[in-house]
């Protein structure tokens, strides 16, 4: 089981790899899917999954623009619960509400991240709670590690060494990131909290950001999408 979890590792990092890089690969050379681009996670529970549907295509661009990449700018929706979410090594996830995944959504998850698919979390405010109990039934065994500016992630690409910038207020709090390790040290998940880093990725007049807000919340996306490319 363990090398054939590295195997599809291994596949799935390679295939991202060469997407970034816009190169191709025909179909019958591999026994997986290609991977493309950028999904969003479609939960139940109620909460609004949906919110902001330009965040993902607006990091692919910035992505593409800084990488001269080609990732596909067009999101993607999946559920956990669909055998699809293996066709994508990035998957990001959002909400206020409720997050609820079934049992074949959790089991879907814990295995897609262990055979290296990277789940983003952004708390928009209100799912901390949910999403801590549902990742939690993901992977119980587990838990939630928080991070400093002195994580490689942080000046994987551009430097945040002087720590998570805050894009939205929230509760006025200290913005936060925790992660979850595999046995090998892969960060599988990364979530944010209290900074709200992909309301920054949406158009300029969702939130009526700055522009030298969005261009930062910009650079650390990009910043989650390069480390996860190197690991």
């Known amino acids: 089981m363990k090398s054939a979890n590295l195997q599809q590792k291994s596949i799935s990092m390679i295939l991202f790899m060469l ?3 816009g190169a191709t690969l025909p179909l019958s050379a591999i026994d997986s899917p290609i991977k493309t681009g950028f999904a969003r996670l479609q ?31 067009d999101q993607s929706v999946v559920k956990a619960s669909d055998t699809r979410l293996f066709d994508f090594p ?39 709670d949910s999403f801590r109990r549902e990742i939690k039934r993901v992977f119980p ?14 000046t994987s690409f551009f430097d945040f060494s002087s ?36 309301d920054g990725w949406a158009d300029p007049d969702t939130h009526n950001d700055p522009q030298d807000l969005r261009e930062t919340a910009l650079r650390f996306g990009l910043n989650i999408i390069h480390y996860m490319m190197a690991k």
């Open 19 to 21: 997407l970034i890089l």
């Open 163 to 198: 720590g998570l910038p805050k894009i939205h207020e929230h509760d006025k709090q200290p913005p936060q990131c925790f992660a979850l390790f595999d046995d090998n040290g892969r960060m599988m998940m990364f979530y944010t909290y209290e900074t709200n880093i992909s």
């Open 43 to 73: 939960y139940e529970g109620g909460g609004d999954w949906y919110n902001d549907p330009e965040v993902l295509p607006n990091l692919a661009r910035f992505v593409n623009k800084h990488l001269s990449s080609s990732i596909p700018i």
């Open 90 to 128: 990035f998957v990001y996830l959002t909400g206020h509400g409720n997050i609820r995944f079934t049992d074949i959504g959790l089991n879907n998850l814990r295995t897609w991240m262990l055979r290296g698919g990277f789940l983003y979390a952004d708390d928009d405010y209100g799912m901390n």
């Open 141 to 154: 065994e587990r838990e939630l590690v928080e991070l400093d500016a002195s994580h490689p992630l942080f």
